[in-house]
């Protein structure tokens, strides 16, 4: 599992007293990062005798939802988790807005490789590798060639 140190990244948003709410209703800060969200509790737990601060990590391919209830709680929903996570802010559309950002650049690249497959574009020669990761060389020019390549096989 792959951890990010948050406290380090520039484009985060971080929303502090924020309530979740559940069983046991608790204050926690929601940073919004470029891949992930982070959920932290305020108050610690204590687990197996030690008094702990509870982080949850959620990539942006788990969510499944986020449902603005209305001006001061959302919903975010969460793939292979049971129930719906609600949150109480005051001002709700800027974190739901910061999610529905990290969703989009998380699809986009999703709804790139369907494409490929789909219509068996030929792109090996533009990529490159690393540690089982392919990345274009020119994300622009990436793009802009598989336009093409998919304009000429399905024109309609």
């Known amino acids: 599992m792959i951890v990010y140190n948050y406290s380090e990244i520039e484009d985060l948003q971080v929303f502090k007293n924020t309530l979740k709410l559940s069983d046991k209703h608790t204050k926690v800060a929601i940073k919004v990062g470029p891949q ?67 969703e989009q650049d998380d699809n986009l690249y999703i709804i790139i490789v369907h494409q490929i497959q789909t219509f068996d574009l030929r792109i090996e020669d533009q990529l490159l590798e690393l540690s089982g990761l392919c990345i274009p060389s020119n994300n622009t020019i990436f793009v802009r060639t598989i336009s093409e390549k998919l304009a000429l096989k399905k024109a309609h």
């Not at 601060?53 to 709680?73: G, R």
């Not at 292979?80 to 109480?88: A, C, D, E, H, R």
């Open 36 to 102: 992930a969200i982070q959920v932290t509790s305020n108050e610690t737990t204590k687990i197996l005798g030690h008094n702990v601060l509870l982080n949850d990590v959620y990539y942006a391919s788990e969510i499944e939802e986020v449902c603005l209830v209305n001006d001061n709680q959302f919903i975010l929903t969460i793939a292979n988790q049971t129930g719906s996570l609600s949150f109480i802010y005051n001002d709700c559309d800027n974190i739901v807005q910061a999610i529905f950002i990290l």
